[in-house]
C-alpha cells in the first residue's frame, strides 16, 4: 500500500505540508514532541473513526427494525 494514496490532492493541505517539512534542523528534543504530538493525533482520529463505525451500526440496527 502506498502512503500517497491517503494524501490529500491539495498542494497546501496541512498533511501535504507536514510531510514536506525538513527534520534536519529540527533537535532530538522537537523530534521527540513531533512525535509525541503526532501520536496524540493519531489516537484523535482513531476514536474519531471508532465512533463514526459504532454510529453507523447503531443507525443500521434501528433502521433494520
Known amino acids: 500500500m502506498d502512503l500517497d494514496e491517503f494524501s490529500p490532492r491539495k498542494p497546501d493541505d ?12 529540527l533537535s532530538v528534543e522537537e523530534l521527540d514532541a513531533r512525535i509525541a504530538a503526532l501520536e496524540a493525533e493519531v489516537a ?15 443507525a443500521d440496527a434501528l433502521f433494520k427494525r
Not at 496541512?14 to 534542523?25: G, R
Not at 473513526?49 to 459504532?54: L, T, Y
Open 14 to 25: 496541512p498533511l501535504a505540508l507536514l510531510k514536506k517539512q525538513d527534520l534536519d534542523p
Open 44 to 58: 484523535r482520529v482513531k476514536r474519531h473513526a471508532e465512533r463514526a463505525v459504532n454510529h453507523r451500526a447503531s
